[in-house]
């Protein structure tokens, strides 16, 4: 008999022995499976509602939370305390924060123990500074957060010596946790061991994180995460080993999520690699730890029905130049407003990469082949997933909310929309990304000086994936003509 078999039977004398007598409630414990939900209260579900991603990275929240106590040196070097310093955003509302205090982005589920999940809240939240006061927009690209430095943190804690039961229950109860001895029994023979094991196996088939430039704050590698998701499927073609290296870079920043309704039938994505948005919210939710039997399709309805109608926060009026915003009008009419206005022409439609010349990288992950495994999820369900395809470029955005979307292009490789007005060899080489510092001068955020060094991450473009050539449109304008389009792009 195994050693893993004989601790699962030992779970189970335990468990029955302890309980027998109340079948009932142990049975309702044991089946239990109870999500957070505000019924009555989109924004807050939007936040810290549940649709089911607990069920491939949910964590006990007991344990998550003590997480940056016992490994503070595991953290990264930047502001803040505990999770802060991935980017997280943390309210002081005890209505979200009274037993676990969790950042905006994070779901909560009994099932059966209380476990932190992801919601669409994560990437698609961030925060802003102007004159010295900070706000928190939903919808805007979480440009602040690093969800890669937050996965590595958790491959990390799981490998330190100081992952332990002992260590553990420890600190979960000097943080107002209190076990039985049953309880505390579960914890050491089954739960911890789980999320050990578990996230260990998870570190191993995300090894090729380490083969490829770091994300930094506000990007992910989007589609070659689902080539590890398909791993197990009997079909799995061989070139989705990540090993081998054939898929690209497919790092991109987190888009916004504002006025999703007027996007229907736009090719969405990056590369316009789907264009329905019911399906890309669920290959979405899916993407954020949902499984296909525990996406929970009335939850991510509430949501996708109140982004639809999302409005893009309007920019500070102190921070335009109103006067020339008529001749920027002009100039964006006459440029730009073909295809990237919502009644342009050829807005929401690919770009042959051989014309718009931005970093190929992120088109190459996603070919054919990964688009017919995509169009398997769902199978069999009402929420069937049929209109992935690849593309051979990039599909032209709305750029609603412009002001607030930086670093520009589909990999943020470009700092400011003054960058973007000038020829790809002017554009800066080296800046730093993830100070919610606005500039309203270039448009975007501070990414030079001190500051931006202090609280950023360095962006080099030379990197694999991170060019930050091509989209040479408006680049001839006069500077009169450009500083016009800048006042009036705020204004989007």
Sequence with gaps: MSSRRRVLIGIAAVVVLALAGVGVAAGFFLTRNEPERFERNIVAHYKYGSYGSEDRTGLP?????????????????????????????????PEYTSKYRRPIGTSLRDAPIPLIGLNCAMCHTGTVTYNGEQEIWLGMPAHQFDLQA?????????????????NLIAAMKANGESFSWIEEQFWRRFVLPRVEGDTKE??????????????????????????????????FPANFDLSLDVAGVGTADFPSLWLQGPRAGMDLHWDGNNNSVFERNRSAAIGSGASEASLENDQL?????????????????????????????????????????FDGNQVGQVVDIGEIGTDPERLLSFDDELASFQNRLGAGRDWALSN?????????????????????????????????????????????????????????????????????????????????????????????????????????
């Design 61 to 93: 929240a007991a344990l998550w939370v003590v997480l940056p106590d016992v490994f503070p040196d595991l953290l990264p070097d930047r502001p803040g305390v505990g999770y802060e310093k991935f980017g997280w955003i943390f309210e002081d509302d």
């Design 150 to 166: 937050y996965i590595r943190f958790l491959f990390a804690v799981v490998e330190d010596p100081r992952f332990t039961a002992d």
């Design 202 to 235: 998870l570190a191993t088939s995300f090894a090729w994180f380490d083969e490829r430039p770091d994300n930094g704050p506000g990007r992910i590698d989007t589609f070659n995460p689902y080539r590890v998701f398909w791993n197990e499927h009997p079909e």
């Design 301 to 341: 309805n509430r949501i996708a029905d109140w982004i639809d109608g999302l409005e893009a926060p309007e920019i500070p009026f102190d921070a335009v130049d109103w006067d020339l915003v008529p001749a920027g009008r002009d100039v964006w009419l006459a440029q730009c407003a073909d295809c990237h206005a």
């Design 388 to 492: 992935f395809k690849a593309t051979d470029g990039y599909s032209n955005m709305p750029l609603d909310g412009l002001w607030l979307r930086a670093p520009y292009l589909h990999n943020g490789s470009v700092p400011t929309l003054r960058d973007l007005l000038r020829a790809p060899d002017e554009r800066p080489d080296v800046f730093w990304r993830g100070y919610d510092v606005f500039d309203p001068v270039d448009v975007g955020f501070v990414s030079q000086g001190p500051e931006a060094e202090a609280n950023g991450f360095r962006y080099d473009t030379s990197l694999r994936g991170n060019s930050n050539q091509g989209h040479t449109y408006g680049v001839d304008l006069s500077e009169e003509q450009k500083e016009a389009l800048l006042q009036y792009l705020k204004t989007l």
